[in-house]
Nanobody, 121 residues
Framework: QVQLVESGGGLVHTGGSLRLSCAAS????????MGWYRQAPGKQRELVAH???????NYADSVKGRFTISRDNAKNTVYLQMNSLTPEDTAVYYC???????????????WGQGTQVTVSS
């Protein structure tokens, strides 16, 4: 099994910054793409950013230029640096990883439990 544990959420004022972390652990053989999604109240979960094992990144238009995703493959950890936060960024942020384990050849998607980010005006 694989566990993803997020940390770093919290309450911040408009214009502030937060850094989210997500550490993967368990019976991991390979981690492919890692990413961050978010879900605001009454809205669908949406992709924020993802990063491949080779370091290629992709961002939602709404966060380009403000958020930066990175990963430390040695630590099986992905980060999301969020700057210039606005109330529209308020949501539960979920970590996602595409992982193969020692028990399964094909990759599966795993999710963290979510961390709340609240931006006050």
């Amino acid at each position: 099994q694989v566990q993803l544990v997020e940390s770093g959420g919290g309450l911040v004022h408009t214009g502030g910054s937060l850094r989210l972390s997500c550490a993967a652990s368990g019976s991991i053989f390979t981690i492919y793409t890692m990413g961050w999604y978010r879900q605001a109240p009454g809205k669908q979960r949406e992709l924020v950013a993802h990063i491949t094992s080779g370091g290629s990144t992709n961002y939602a238009d709404s966060v380009k230029g403000r958020f930066t995703i990175s990963r430390d493959n040695a630590k099986n950890t992905v980060y999301l640096q969020m700057n210039s936060l606005t109330p529209e960024d308020t949501a539960v942020y979920y970590c996602n990883a595409e992982v193969t384990t020692f028990q399964a050849i094909l990759p599966s998607n795993y999710w963290g439990q979510g961390t709340q980010v609240t931006v006050s005006s």
